[in-house]
């Protein structure tokens, strides 16, 4: 899902934090391809496939950032997150962050969302609200919009693995825009297979059936 290129971020850090700390953290990098790039439940890239890939910074504090680039549908570009965020926890897990959403070809269409999730064993849950926009005032993705998901997953026999997912868009424009979608991953190693399907209200309720294939180093 990343770019292997060193990101503005990741070489700040370098340059910011010295040698010595540095060398107590990791940088790792990945790469990835899926027959139709969703987000929560709505296909970014027309229904096609897409490639990916980025560069992630984590610091033994808990401290991360990173970037990630994937290709979206035709015409459209690329889409390029940049993060930055805190992490840990043991019987509780806890991820809060900011994230920036970047797209080369598509015009006032940046956002930016600060996140929470947390998670008790196989049980997951999140929020994400939009805090900066330039997409038209009082449209979809402006700010002051709110996503929400919840997750349970666990373990198959033979190395296989389900995951499934709930999430509900809140947008602050008006509730005409709303969805909920759902979501089922079935993972094996590099490989997941998803069935995705979301509300009408999202413009792309067809049920998805997506293969990818991602990994990391």
């Known amino acids: ?22 060398a107590s953290a990791e940088v790792s ?3 990835g391809a899926t027959s139709n790039y969703l ?3 709505v296909s ?3 229904d096609s496939a897409s490639v990916s890939g980025g560069l992630d910074y984590a610091d033994e504090s808990g401290f991360y950032a990173g970037t990630w680039i994937g290709s979206l549908s035709e015409g459209a570009g690329a889409e390029a997150d940049f993060y930055l965020g ?11 962050g900011y994230i920036y959403y970047n797209y080369s070809d598509l015009t006032d269409s940046d956002f930016g969302e600060i996140y929470f999730n947390g998670g008790v064993g196989a049980f997951g849950f999140g929020v994400a609200y939009t805090i900066n926009s330039q997409v038209d005032e009082g449209s979809a993705f402006d700010t002051g ?9 666990f373990d198959l026999p033979n190395d296989f693995s ?19 979608h759902i979501q089922a991953d079935i993972s094996k190693g590099d490989f997941t297979f998803s069935i995705s399907q979301a509300e009408e209200e999202s413009g792309d309720d067809d049920l998805k059936l997506v293969v990818s294939w991602g990994t990391s180093f």
């Open 162 to 180: 389900l995951g499934l997912t709930a999430g509900y868009y809140d947008f602050d424009a008006g509730s005409d825009g709303d969805y909920s």
């Open 39 to 41: 987000w929560r439940g």
């Open 145 to 153: 919009d709110m996503y929400y998901h919840v997750s349970y997953g």
């Open 86 to 96: 805190f992490s840990g926890g043991d019987d509780f897990t806890y991820d809060v």
């Open 1 to 22: 899902m990343k770019t292997l290129k060193l990101s503005v971020i990741a070489a700040s850090l370098l340059a910011a934090s010295g040698f010595s700390q540095f």
């Open 44 to 46: 970014q890239s027309g």
């Open 29 to 31: 990098a990945n790469i």
